[in-house]
């Protein structure tokens, strides 16, 4: 089954602002997406429908092929929980050691504390980050943040990894080896789901690239680039 599909879904925002246009695709559980697309193309509205944060226009969204328009409210955590997110910001709380900051999610839900620190021990150790788990995070770089950050997104086990820019913040060399992190969770199993404006890295993938503009996709490739290879005639001209 896709673990994500779009049904012809259009996203108007209350200003009158038509952020997707008509989005179907489909993305196949294990599948590793990059979604491309200038400043302002609806990337972030596109991941911000899939978690439900917000609703579409028209449209379905389907995860795990729940539709969540008719997902009522009280199920919004058990969906939340099953898709993990990471933002270029990362986004963690500053008064929080690293552990946790991923140990946070499991201790609202209850979690017994032999679960949690099993849990949260292991996400750390997937992004290399065990031996810094009493850090602040005014006291890890950025790419280590990123890395608690994905931590975070990996330790309630979710099969979807949704990341909005992760590497936007971050030098080359400290881009790719988070990119090295997202690959080895995909090889793992998990799907994962990529806004990015990072060429080289898009480029050098040669992964399913689904590119946006103006809130419609304008390609969606298998082993593709960055940008669409220019037509031979175009290469003559
Ligand atoms: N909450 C909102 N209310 C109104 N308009 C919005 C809102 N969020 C985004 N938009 C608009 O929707 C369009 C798509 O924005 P979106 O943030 O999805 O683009 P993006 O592809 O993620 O861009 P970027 O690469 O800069 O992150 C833009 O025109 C943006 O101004
Ligand atoms: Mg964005």
């Not at 995860?63 to 270029?88: A, C, K, T």
């Not at 609202?108 to 021990?121: D, N, Q, S, Y």
């Not at 404006?197 to 960055?226: E, K, Q």
Request: charge should be positive; include cysteine.
């Amino acid at each position: 089954m896709d673990i994500v599909s779009f049904r012809h879904v259009w996203k108007r925002y209350p200003n009158g602002t038509e952020a997707l246009r008509d989005i179907t695709f489909d993305v196949p559980e294990g599948d590793f997406v990059f979604l491309v697309g200038p400043s302002g193309a609806g990337k972030s509205s596109l991941v911000r429908l899939l978690i439900r944060e917000e609703r579409p226009t028209r449209g379905e969204v389907y995860v795990h092929g729940l539709e969540l328009g008719e997902l009522p409210r009280h199920r919004l955590p058990h969906l939340r929980r099953q898709v993990g997110l990471v933002f270029q910001d990362y986004k963690l709380l500053p008064r929080l050691s690293a552990y946790e900051n991923v140990a946070f999610a499991l201790r609202v839900l209850g979690e017994p504390r032999r679960t949690i620190a099993r849990r949260v021990g292991e996400a750390l150790e997937v992004v290399g980050l065990a031996h810094e788990r009493d850090r602040y995070p005014c006291e890890l770089s950025g790419g280590e943040q990123q890395r608690v950050a994905i931590a975070r997104a990996l330790v309630h086990g979710p099969r979807l990894l949704v990341a909005d820019e992760p590497t936007g913040n971050l030098d080359p060399g400290t881009a790719w080896e988070i990119m090295q992190i997202l690959m080895r969770i995909n090889a793992g199993g998990a799907t994962v789901l990529m806004a990015t404006h990072n060429r080289d890295i898009v480029d050098s993938m040669r992964r399913r690239v689904v590119a946006l503009d103006a809130g419609r996709i304008v390609r969606d490739c298998p082993h593709s680039t960055y940008h669409e290879a220019a037509p031979a005639s175009a290469l003559r001209a």
